[in-house]
């Protein structure tokens, strides 16, 4: 619950230190005395932003700070969540700077807004004037009914599972584009890779033809050069080879007779050996350039089908080529593979879809299930409050799969027993809305498990029998979690079991706005001018004893 409540240098505060108690305390004063400063630094701690600087101390920062404390088991678990470290306490903080800019703290670590509003979430409902708004808002009171069906749990498991079919969805989609694409492209791709499927290039084979044709295309002139060189070795009258055979054979009869002759011997015989390898060497190459026209049309073929694709691909390798087709056929390959994944994606979504129209149809029944009850519990409430013949209806209506289940969620509202039940946000009032607002907290608040409830003007349009009726309601709120209540209502303020009163003191530094807790005849004198004025009766005073029960 608030146990602190500490404001420096704000708007017309200069220094307040609040301490509250559990069970229900009020706020009372007289209009323009602050009680909306209460609500505007409590607002800022809670995360709202902080539009203007507000400091009543020129070059001094704004320090607004609540404490919390004992934490519910959920505050703990969110602290461990965000990594923050255990405590027995929350200490929000604001600091609003000169020019403005604010600070967040929590238990002293800097945080973001996001953060500060998560935490004070978990720990404080502030319903304030215009919060009536909220009622006419559907989300608002699709939480209302899925509190009370206690479909937490299970929301927070659609959620994730509608969250992973989005993200399947939007795959699909990106996946479903691409092959789009891809279908456009595919029968070109195609046609590339069959094209150079068919001719079957091997590694180099251009280059190969290349030198081939350059050989080819000056076969005559080598056939003549080597027949120049080779005919005196082999052929003619008086080939040479056959003279180098008789001049080793001179030198083999003589070499016993000198130490050097052996070893030229052998040089001789080598040089012999070689020269006639060579000579047989370039014979071979003479007789394999007679080939015919066929071979040499059959080779050009072959290379200029090679140069156009080279060509046609801007490449200029048979390897690149190589690589071009390899690609080709990945592409192609991906093609086949992209649709097996859109189809896997087309079966996981039909799966998830099926689980979550499951999921979406046990939270249908839960919700109904809540209604009867519910209804009920409302409209007699409205009747405690002061509306007799108001009522409500909840209208479930079926939707496509959201965030929530597969319908929506709308109260309706009658507020003069015509039959006719509307809308709320069309033809509520703003006291109608305040009063039904507390009902359906006060049903709410159970569920929530929040342990602080702060509730700003919720009498706003209401007295009598009326605000003592929402006086009850909030007292039987009160005997499991804190409530704090600004009212100007004595029924009210008169059910409480603490009561501060705001007021404006003129001092020093002008005029401050001060509270401060009343003892009994305080109260009994406050709640006796609250009913007849300045001056108040006796009667006044004894009306006021009786609502404390004295």
């Known amino acids: 619950m608030l146990t602190q409540l500490t404001i420096r240098n704000f708007v017309l505060i200069n220094a307040l230190d609040l301490y509250f108690q559990p069970?229900?305390?009020?706020?009372?004063?007289?209009?323009?005395?602050?009680?909306?400063?209460?609500?505007?630094?409590?607002?800022?701690?809670?995360?709202?932003?902080?539009?203007?600087?507000?400091?009543?101390?020129?070059?001094?920062?704004?320090?607004?700070?609540?404490?919390?404390?004992?934490?519910?088991?959920?505050?703990?678990?969110?602290?461990?969540?965000?990594?923050?470290?255990?405590?027995?306490?929350?200490?929000?903080?604001?600091?609003?700077?000169?020019?403005?800019?604010?600070?967040?703290?929590?238990?002293?670590?800097?945080?973001?807004?996001?953060?500060?509003?998560?935490?004070?979430?978990?720990?404080?409902?502030?319903?304030q004037q215009f919060d009536t708004l909220e009622l006419g808002k559907l989300d608002f009171q699709r939480s209302v009914i899925d509190a009370l069906a206690g479909n937490e749990t299970l929301l927070k498991e659609f959620s994730t599972a509608f969250q992973q079919k989005q993200v399947t969805e939007k795959n699909l989609t990106a996946a479903r584009n691409q092959a789009a694409k891809f279908q456009q492209e595919q029968d070109y791709f195609h046609f590339q890779w069959e094209e150079l499927e068919k001719s079957r290039w091997q590694p180099d084979e251009i280059e190969q033809l290349e030198q081939s044709w350059q050989t080819l295309s000056h076969a005559e002139r080598i056939q003549s050069s080597l027949a120049e060189i080779t005919q005196p070795l082999q052929g003619g009258e008086n080939p040479l080879l056959p003279r180098f055979k008789q001049w080793q054979n001179a030198l083999q009869s003589i070499q016993a007779y000198h130490p050097e002759l052996p070893a030229m011997l052998e040089r001789w015989q080598a040089l012999r050996i070689e020269l006639q390898d060579l000579a047989d060497a370039l014979s071979s190459i003479g007789e394999s350039l007679e080939t015919g026209a066929g071979q040499r049309d059959k080779i050009l073929d072959r290379l200029n089908e090679g140069n156009r694709l080279l060509t046609k691909h801007q490449l200029k390798t048979t390897a690149e080529l190589l690589a071009l087709q390899e690609k080709l056929s990945g592409q192609l390959a991906s093609g086949e593979a992209l649709t097996e994944q859109i189809a896997a994606m087309e079966k996981s979504l039909a799966t998830q879809t099926q689980a979550l129209e499951k999921m979406a149809a046990t939270l249908h029944e839960k919700r109904l299930a809540t209604l009867p009850a519910f209804t009920q519990e409302v409209n007699g409430l409205l009747t405690r409050v002061g509306m007799p013949n108001a009522h409500i209806q909840v209208l479930l209506t079926p939707t496509h799969l959201h965030q929530h289940g597969n319908e929506q969620i709308e109260i309706l509202f009658d507020a003069n027993k015509s039959g006719k039940f509307e809308p709320i946000r069309k033809v509520a009032s703003g006291g109608e809305l305040s009063r039904l607002m507390l009902c359906i907290k006060s049903l709410v608040a159970d569920k929530v498990s929040l342990p602080t409830l702060i509730f700003d003007e919720i009498d706003t349009g209401i007295s009598g029998e009326a605000a003592k009726q929402v006086g009850l309601i909030l007292q039987q709120l009160s005997a499991h979690r804190q409530i704090i209540c600004i009212t100007h209502q004595a029924q009210i303020a008169g059910k409480a079991q603490h009561h501060y009163f705001v007021y404006k003191e003129e001092g020093p530094l002008g005029m401050t706005t001060q509270l401060r807790a009343l003892t009994t005849p305080e109260r009994i004198e406050h709640l006796a001018q609250m009913l007849s004025g300045a001056q108040p009766t006796a009667a006044a005073l004894a009306n006021a004893k009786e609502l404390l029960g004295l």
């Open 23 to 127: 069970g229900l305390q009020v706020i009372t004063g007289e209009t323009g005395a602050g009680k909306s400063l209460l609500m505007g630094a409590l607002g800022l701690i809670l995360g709202d932003r902080a539009e203007n600087n507000g400091q009543r101390k020129e070059g001094e920062k704004s320090v607004l700070e609540a404490r919390f404390s004992p934490l519910p088991p959920a505050a703990q678990a969110w602290l461990l969540e965000q990594d923050l470290d255990p405590a027995e306490e929350f200490i929000l903080r604001r600091e609003i700077g000169t020019t403005g800019k604010s600070r967040a703290f929590l238990n002293d670590t800097p945080v973001g807004l996001p953060q500060l509003r998560a935490a004070a979430q978990l720990l404080v409902d502030l319903h």
